[in-house]
Nanobody
């Protein structure tokens, strides 16, 4: 059982940066992998990044590679998504999700717990 709350979204100009946070509650959080997904209006939810429970493995969608960094601080029960060199096509609601370390992490259905989302808007 875990609850997730995202924060840190906002409006930023293309080329700028944002740092999203996913704050978790629940004693077992440190055992979960955590991912970030995003969803733009009229589009399917898209995988962005994943980090394993111990932080040892990270995975990124091609669109995020080299620009985004996922990290976690289990003591603070928080996962971060540092987003640099933002582009207008990054505009979306960003969600964090928690689940097991295995499986097809790029599929939304794999994840059992979701936050409410935080809006990221990148202007040109």
């Amino acid at each position: 059982q875990v609850q997730l709350v995202e924060s840190g979204g906002g409006l930023v100009q293309a080329g700028g940066s944002l740092r999203l946070s996913c704050l978790a509650s629940g004693r077992t959080f440190s055992g979960y992998a955590v991912s970030w997904f995003r969803q733009a209006p009229g589009k399917e939810r898209q995988f962005v990044a994943r980090i394993t429970s111990d932080g040892g493995i990270t995975n990124y969608h091609d669109s995020a590679k080299g620009r985004f960094t996922i990290s976690r601080d289990n003591a603070q029960k928080t996962v971060f998504l540092q987003m640099n060199s933002l582009k207008p096509e990054d505009t979306a609601v960003y969600y964090c999700a928690a689940g097991g370390n295995g499986g097809a992490y790029y599929l939304p259905i794999k994840w059992g717990y979701w936050g409410q989302g935080t809006q990221v808007t990148v202007s040109s």
